[in-house]
């Protein structure tokens, strides 16, 4: 079965500073991992997506994602928080290379401060 | 591509009563995927559709609820004899086989 940890529940950043969001995945096979975001009373928005391709991936937006087979890790990470990335953020598991059932983590509230 | 559309975007029905909802998924798209989120709660699996086959059905899904895809295009999701267990936010999604799967912005059922 596979599955996903978002280690934080809630992470707190000022306006211009690095951001991480932290998830360790648990799959059988080789998994595709993705990150959605959701806005309030918005639908999901994909942020990005690894395939298998290159481990470091990159999304809209300046996020990035790293894919850690040895740590089963893919945490997403914006070097400079913007006020517009408040939102909830869900990494993503699927391991029939995301055309099917997607396995959501239960969301990382991302607040960002002035 | 228009984005996948959800009807109706907010719900507020009485115990024991049935809700429908429907889904417009983008155009050519084959797949089409049903979620359900709670407060607090990531997305889960209910059930999908490839044209108009069902291919999988989630065990969340009781026997309560049916989907339906029944040319291929939009879907419908209908709740029987609502429980206040029910309320949730209920996200469609849609895909070509393989590729990215794109959601709507969902629509919220209350059950009172």
């Known amino acids: 079965a596979q599955s996903v940890t978002q280690l934080d529940s809630h992470v707190s950043v000022s306006e211009g500073t690095p951001v991480l969001l932290r998830c360790n995945y648990s799959?059988?096979?080789?998994?595709?991992l993705f990150w959605y975001v959701q806005h309030p009373n918005k639908g999901l928005q994909l942020l990005l997506k690894?395939?298998?391709?290159?481990?470091l991936v990159k999304g809209i937006n300046g996020f990035e994602a790293e894919f850690k087979k040895s740590e089963t890790s893919f945490h997403l990470t914006k070097p400079s928080a913007h006020m517009s990335d408040a939102a909830e953020y869900f990494c993503?598991?699927?391991?029939?290379?995301?055309?099917?059932?997607?396995?959501f983590g239960t969301g990382t509230q991302l607040k960002v401060e002035l | 591509d228009t984005g996948v559309s959800q009807d109706p975007r907010h719900k507020i029905t009485k115990r024991g009563q049935n809700v429908t909802f429907r889904c417009d998924p983008i155009?050519?798209?084959?797949?089409l995927y049903w979620y359900r989120q709670t407060l607090g709660q990531g997305p889960e699996f209910l059930t999908y559709?490839?044209?108009?086959?069902?291919?999988?059905k989630s065990r969340l899904l009781s026997d309560r609820f049916s989907a339906e895809r029944p040319k291929g295009s939009f879907s419908t999701l209908e709740i029987q004899r609502t429980e206040q267990g029910d309320s949730a936010m209920y996200l469609c999604?849609?895909?070509?086989?393989?590729?990215?799967?794109?959601f709507g912005e969902g629509s919220w059922l209350t059950v009172v």
């Open positions: 999604a849609s895909s070509r086989t393989g590729n990215t799967i794109y």
């Open positions: 799959s059988s096979y080789s998994p595709s």
């Open positions: 690894y395939t298998s391709a290159a481990t």
């Open positions: 993503v598991v699927s391991e029939t290379g995301g055309g099917n059932k997607l396995t």
């Open positions: 155009s050519e798209h084959n797949r």
């Open positions: 559709f490839q044209n108009e086959a069902q291919l999988e």
